[in-house]
């Protein structure tokens, strides 16, 4: 068992008395035996530790998970850590796989379980055409209320790869998806947050009290303003960035816009049979993008992407050495795929699709040998028939079989930002591609093309039990971090076990953003309870070179 840093037995065990007292026995688990930790599922998730582990099993692992039932008992949790000096790690659904999932970055954290029971859909304003959600809504809940509801024909949500996680949690973490509201920070409204303190606050227009809302309630339980989740702003400093990668406050409501059905869709594939292509098609991209012709979020998948989710590596070959060229060309011929695919979308009424569409097939034709295709053109292309659904908002957990390349698949994300230039593109993947080789990877990727930069996720997979592929995994992402930063390139996101390091890279003027972030930690947090160490913010009380995860050579 791990207890909390510097938390006798005695006083863990009045803790979680306490704690117990606040939110019901039946919601607190302790993490004390082995097989607590051997759930290996996405869809059967862990919320104890990183079933994707890189470090061992127990590496990232809380001593307790607690889901409290409301706010108010959110808020007692929190005042209850600080009179015990325990640190606290929320989440909302525990899927954010990749990235360490429901673990805390400290070993012996109190896991804090918003979504077991804080999940409902607190309004769905369709003249408004937002909603305004707990933290255990997942993307499959809200698309699921909306055609039970009928409102499907009025609204679409935006989804992730994967339709499992919540519409708060990968907000909060800045996650991405593929229709044109993708920037899901972007198209949140208004959130409430529990602060490191105990107190309530809302954001945005939520500041300004309804009229109409009866003070006599707790703060939480009163009417919200009702432009709350119509304008982000309100007045002053804007707060909501620092409640997102922060371990300033916890999330408890979240307004997000759902986009309005536009009336008319298509999705489509385009195939770019050589690899150097991959230039071209980003020079091409670019205005299309920038000017919104391409509406949506779009992505360039490299050919092993689309591969690992129709088959695992052995159903493709039997060598040990990562893929060659021949080999690379001869699985694109085989699935009917380019070396590089790209997936858009067009939306809105017919007349506006075929315009659209001549405008994107006239610019790609530029690129020798593209191919274009609907979905109705490749009906058994399971990565096109699953894009069609993603990329009208509709949740689907097709992509997860990538993970399973290997045997013990489990997977961390590489994620650097990169503009939207084909020397930009090939740089990264040339650097990405051979650090992955030199330990005998392969490379899996994507470009996930935003309205001024490219999200390039480069999927690396391990083989968790094998404690020599983790090592390598490890490196792999570690080099890379140093590589990217040496060029001018930073992660927007990050596994636990690098966000030291990635936090370091981001150094500007003797580390004067990491300043700031530490003083409004030690302003908001003195005692420093909440999610110590989360992108590399250590409280004053922890001494972060100590804490600091240095990954083994290979
Ligand atoms: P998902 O809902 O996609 O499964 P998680 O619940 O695993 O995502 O959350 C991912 C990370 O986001 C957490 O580890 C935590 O750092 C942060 N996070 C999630 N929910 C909240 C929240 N309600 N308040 C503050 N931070 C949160």
């Known amino acids: 068992m791990r207890l909390p840093p510097n938390t006798p037995l005695e006083k863990f065990a009045e803790f979680i008395h306490l704690v117990q007292e606040i939110c019901g026995r039946e919601n607190v688990e302790i993490v004390a035996k082995p097989e607590q930790l051997s759930k290996d599922h996405y869809l059967d998730q862990s919320k104890v530790h990183d079933m994707f582990y890189l470090l061992g099993k127990d590496c990232f692992v809380s001593s307790a998970v607690v889901a409290p039932r409301d706010v108010s008992e959110v808020q007692q949790i929190v005042r209850l850590c600080n009179d015990f000096d325990i640190p606290l790690w929320p989440f909302s659904i525990g899927r954010n796989v990749g990235y360490g999932g429901a673990a805390p970055r400290v070993p012996g954290s109190v896991g804090l379980d918003l979504g077991k029971n804080m999940n409902k859909i607190l309004k769905v304003d369709v003249e408004g055409a937002y909603a305004l959600v707990e933290p255990g809504v997942t993307y499959a809940d809200l698309h699921n209320y909306l055609v039970e509801h009928n ?318 592929s983790c090592k390598k995994a490890h490196w792999v992402i570690s080099t890379l971090i140093d590589d990217a930063a040496e060029r001018g390139w930073g992660e927007y996101r990050t596994h636990l076990a690098l966000m030291d390091k990635v936090a370091q890279t981001y150094s500007f003027n003797d580390n004067a953003q990491m300043k700031l972030n530490r003083a409004i930690k030690q302003a908001l947090d003195p005692r420093g309870i909440l999610a110590p160490g989360k992108n590399g913010i250590w409280p004053s009380n922890y001494n972060a070179e100590q804490w600091e995860i240095v990954p083994k050579g290979v």
């Open 151 to 468: 409102l499907r024909d009025k609204l679409w949500i935006d989804v992730p790869d994967l339709g499992g996680g919540s519409v708060l949690g990968n907000t909060t973490e800045r996650g991405v998806g593929y229709t044109p509201y993708g920037d899901h920070f972007m198209m949140h409204c208004g959130m409430e947050v529990v602060l490191p303190d105990g107190s309530l606050v809302r954001t945005g227009m939520g500041a300004l009290p309804n009229p109409n809302s009866d003070p006599s309630k707790p703060a939480h339980e009163q009417d919200a303003n009702e432009s709350w989740q119509l304008f982000n702003y309100g007045f002053g400093p804007y707060n909501d960035g620092i409640f997102t990668q922060s371990s300033l406050g916890i999330v408890v409501k979240m307004g997000i816009w759902l986009m309005v059905n536009p009336g008319g869709y298509q999705s489509y594939m385009i195939t770019i049979p050589k690899d150097e292509d991959l230039h071209k098609a980003v020079e091409i991209i670019r205005p299309l993008r920038v000017s919104m012709v391409l509406q949506n979020v779009p992505t360039i998948r490299h050919i092993l992407l689309d591969a690992a989710v129709m088959g695992n590596r052995a159903s493709y070959t039997n060598s040990d050495k990562p893929l060659t060229d021949a080999e690379l060309d001869q699985i694109a011929a085989k699935l009917n795929l380019g070396r590089w695919n790209f997936y858009g979308a067009l939306y809105g009424p017919e007349p506006i699709r075929q315009a659209m569409w001549q405008v994107v097939k006239q610019a790609f034709s530029a690129i020798p040998g593209a191919k274009f295709y609907f979905p109705e053109d490749q009906p058994d292309n399971l990565v096109l028939q699953t894009r069609n659904l993603t990329l009208q908002g509709i949740p689907t957990t097709t992509e997860l079989k990538w993970v399973d390349w290997l045997p013990n698949g489990a997977h961390l994300f590489f994620s650097p930002i990169a503009k939207v230039t084909g020397d930009d593109a090939m740089a990264q993947y040339q650097l990405t591609r051979s650090r992955c080789e030199e330990v005998g990877l392969d490379f899996i990727g994507t470009f996930i093309i935003g309205m001024r930069e490219m999200h390039h996720i480069v999927c690396l997979v391990f083989d968790r039990k094998d404690p020599e």
